[in-house]
């Protein structure tokens, strides 16, 4: 239920958050709920993933396509993430995800995403997504350039794109 909560907050406080070309960084602050926790009394792994949405989320309305999306009725898909925890997060800790395109090809979007706690990294996952309409795969050059990319994606790491296949 807290998802929910959250996702209205991101609506609600997208205008305070400057604007984002596709390959800039994003960040949301949040904080570690008594729903986000495990019996180890840290942040459930699985709830990473589920908090990571919220990162993508943002990125989709401060780079302003999530106009297009609603108009256009695309709606974005993950395909897999690799994710490597470091340092658990807390109760009611704070901490900041980041979000960035790493780069693409004809039909994945690859991001990374952290979670940070005062600069230090506390978990990293690699993400790979596609945008649908329909069953129709959106070509992510018409992702690009509704993000305001033009030109090539910049260069990736093969054995990262790899081990997401």
């Known amino acids: 239920m ?21 390959l800039d960084e994003t960040r949301i602050a949040l904080r570690v709920l008594p729903s986000d926790l495990d019996t180890n009394m840290h942040m459930n792994n699985g709830r990473y993933l589920t908090i990571m949405d919220l990162g993508r989320v943002d990125m989709i309305i401060r780079t302003g396509i999530w106009r297009l999306v ?30 960035r395109v790493m780069g693409w090809d004809e039909k994945w979007i690859f991001m990374e995403q952290r979670f940070e706690v005062a600069g230090t990294v506390h978990a990293r996952a690699v993400v790979k997504s596609l945008f649908l309409k329909g069953r129709d795969k959106v070509p992510t050059s018409e992702i690009a350039r509704a993000m305001g990319h033009e030109g090539d994606p910049p260069a990736m790491d093969g054995e990262l794109i790899a081990a997401l296949a």
């Open 2 to 22: 807290n998802l929910i909560f959250r996702m209205i907050w991101l609506f609600a406080t997208a205008s305070r958050r400057p604007a984002a070309g596709m």
């Open 70 to 99: 609603r108009e256009r009725k695309w709606y974005p898909v993950l395909g897999g993430a690799q994710i490597s925890f470091r340092r658990p997060l807390d109760p009611f800790q704070r901490y900041e995800l980041t979000t």
